[in-house]
Each structure stands twice: as structure tokens, then as C-alpha cells.
């Protein structure tokens, strides 16, 4: 037995947190980005300001550090972003 309907619809989407980060960025960097779509071609050409932006808005504990990502560098060149532990991956 199929089930169509979905499992879940969002509210209002200019209130989530997606959305949220979306008009940060736009704030500090002096952008008009509007979509969700917008927000995913602009976090992948500037992968150092948008896990930078993630960290401060997500208020992770821990070291930030000077270092995030070089955007020139092709992913094996970057740092290690996650370990496996006993308990299931974490960050770095």
C-alpha cells in the first residue's frame, strides 16, 4: 500500500532557519540572495564563508580556528571535517 501524501509540509519558509541563514549572509556579505537555490550556488562557489556563517549561526561548541576550507583546493586537500568515533562520526 502507497501512501502519496507527504510526510511532511513546512510552514511559512521564509521563517525557517534555512532561510534565516540565508538573509544573514545576504547581511554580511552584501548579497541579494532570495531562493533556496541561490543559497546553495552561492555556498558552493564560497564554501569558506558559508561553513564559516553555518558555525557562528549554529553556535557550535568548540575551536572555530583560523582554517575552514580552500576554496582552490580539491576536497582530499582540505581539512578532515569528520571522524569515526566508537559512538558514530563528529565533527572537526
Not at 29 to 53: K, P, R, V
Not at 69 to 79: E, G, Q, R, W
Request: avoid cysteine; glycine fraction near 6%.
Amino acid at each position: 500500500m502507497s501512501d502519496e501524501s507527504p510526510l511532511y509540509i513546512p510552514g511559512e519558509a521564509k521563517a525557517s532557519a534555512t532561510f534565516r541563514l540565508l538573509r544573514r549572509i545576504n547581511e554580511t556579505h552584501g548579497l541579494s540572495l532570495e531562493t533556496y537555490h541561490d543559497l546553495y550556488q552561492w555556498s558552493t562557489a564560497h564554501l569558506d564563508l558559508f561553513w564559516g556563517i553555518v558555525w557562528d549561526e549554529t553556535k557550535i561548541i568548540g575551536t572555530k580556528g583560523a582554517h575552514i576550507v580552500d576554496n582552490a583546493a580539491l576536497p582530499p586537500s582540505n581539512p578532515v571535517w569528520y571522524v569515526t568515533i566508537p559512538h558514530g562520526p563528529i565533527a572537526l
